[in-house]
Structures are given as structure tokens and as C-alpha cells.
């Protein structure tokens, strides 16, 4: 079946330290692929996505490629910021009984000193 | 506009009792989710309702009854809760886009559930 394969945290950095988050997936076809990211004591909200292979998403200064060679969506960010510290999620959307459901990586928590 | 909202946002209670959260989405969409997330950060799903009408039900235990009135609400209930319900509860909803392509699913702010 679908799966999500994220790096397990946590990772501590330095601000303006380069950020790689490791995520390979297995899935049949070529789903849209997502980055969720969750801030201490919040919800899970979108940080970016791709819809399509070679499609990059990016927001926030985050970016990650849809590489279907390579199974792959790794997330990176040239210079992180304290306020980038939280959890984040690679997410696979599987279409399973009619309707889709998300499959999600382990979570990397990400911790970033000034 | 708050787009997934969910009540409570914690609750706390003791083991045997029964309890509901509520949530409810103002985005239009037909598909609503509920997922647990554990201690550790591991989300998974629980259930899945397109239009009122269950799709998915991930081996979750009968003392767990999502209920739908209508595809802008999705409700949970729980039986005699137990310490292992203890988590963080989220909601969901999505629409499905042109040619069943998935779009993204919008969440609430969790509820986070502690049985004593």
C-alpha cells in the first residue's frame, strides 16, 4: 500500500542554518504530494505543496521538488529563523473506498536556536 | 472566518465517562476526516465522511461513533473512555478536485483529549 518515509528528529539548528527534511514515498501513480507544518499547541496547516513530477512547491521560503525518479519531496529552506521552530509532516494523499485519505510521515521536529 | 473549528480544545476526564467533540467546517466541502494523533506526533486516520455518509472506518474501536447531521458538521463520540484515548483529535475536510485530483485538506486546531 501507499507509504510516507520522513527523517526522524529531532533536528536542531542554528538560525540561518540550511534546513534539508528528508521525505520518500511509495504510492500507485503520481498523487499531489504536501509539507504540513505544526507550530506548539496548534493545528496542522499547509506549507506547501505539488501537484505534479518536477512541480516545485514553495511558501515561506520553504521549498521541496516533486522528484519522481527518486520517490522523493524533501523539504529545504536556505536560512531557518527561530520562528520556524515546530513539527512538520510529509503527507501522501491515498484514494482508497472512493475517497481519499492522508497518509503521513513520522514527523520531523525541527528546533532552531538563535 | 475560522474554516475547520473544533470544540472543545481540551478535555480532560476521567476513565469510564463518555464524551463528544464537535467540528464543524464553513468551506463548503464535501469530505470530512477525523485523525488521532499520539504522543508521539503519529497522525492517523480514523474516520472519513463524504456527504454525510461513512467511508472509511480505520479499525477504530466501537466505543467511538462519528456522527454526521450534515456535510458542514462531523461530530465524535466516545464510550467509556480509556487512558489510551488520551491524544490530540483533529478534524479535516477536503474537496476533491478536477479529474479526482486531491486538493488539500484544511484542519482545526486539535482537541487535546487526557482520560485520568
Known amino acids: 500500500g501507499d507509504s510516507v518515509t520522513q527523517m526522524e528528529g529531532p533536528v536542531t539548528l542554528s538560525e540561518e542554518a540550511f534546513l534539508t527534511i528528508n521525505c520518500t514515498y511509495t504510492?500507485?501513480?503520481?498523487?499531489?504530494l504536501f509539507w504540513y507544518v505544526q507550530y506548539p499547541g496548534e493545528g496542522l496547516q499547509l506549507l506547501l505543496k505539488?501537484?505534479?513530477?518536477?512541480d516545485k512547491g514553495s511558501n515561506k521560503g520553504f521549498e521541496a521538488t516533486y522528484r519522481k525518479e527518486t520517490t522523493s519531496f524533501h523539504l529545504e529552506k536556505g536560512s531557518v529563523q527561530v520562528s520556524d521552530s515546530a513539527v512538520y509532516f510529509c503527507?501522501?494523499?491515498?484514494?482508497?473506498?472512493?475517497?481519499?485519505?492522508?497518509?503521513f510521515g513520522t514527523g520531523t521536529r525541527l528546533k532552531v536556536l538563535a | 472566518d475560522t474554516a475547520v473549528s473544533q470544540t472543545p480544545k481540551y478535555l480532560v476526564t476521567q476513565m469510564g465517562n463518555d464524551k463528544s467533540i464537535k467540528c464543524e467546517q464553513n468551506?463548503?466541502?464535501?469530505?470530512m476526516y477525523w485523525y488521532k494523533q499520539d504522543s508521539k506526533k503519529f497522525l492517523k486516520i480514523m474516520f472519513s465522511?463524504?456527504?454525510?455518509?461513512?467511508?472509511i472506518n480505520e479499525t477504530v474501536p466501537n466505543r467511538f461513533s462519528p456522527k454526521s447531521p450534515d456535510k458542514a458538521h462531523l461530530n465524535l463520540h466516545i464510550n467509556s473512555l480509556e487512558l489510551g484515548d488520551s491524544a490530540v483529535y483533529f478534524c479535516?475536510?477536503?474537496?476533491?478536485?478536477?479529474?479526482?485530483?486531491?486538493?488539500?485538506?484544511?484542519f482545526g486546531q486539535g482537541t487535546r483529549l487526557t482520560v485520568v
Open positions: 465522511y463524504n456527504n454525510k455518509e461513512l467511508i
Open positions: 504510492a500507485t501513480g503520481y498523487p499531489s
Open positions: 505539488a501537484t505534479k513530477a518536477d
Open positions: 503527507a501522501l494523499p491515498s484514494y482508497t473506498s472512493g475517497t481519499y485519505k492522508y497518509i
Open positions: 479535516a475536510s477536503s474537496q476533491e478536485g478536477q479529474g479526482r485530483k486531491y486538493t488539500e485538506a484544511f
Open positions: 468551506l463548503g466541502h464535501d469530505t
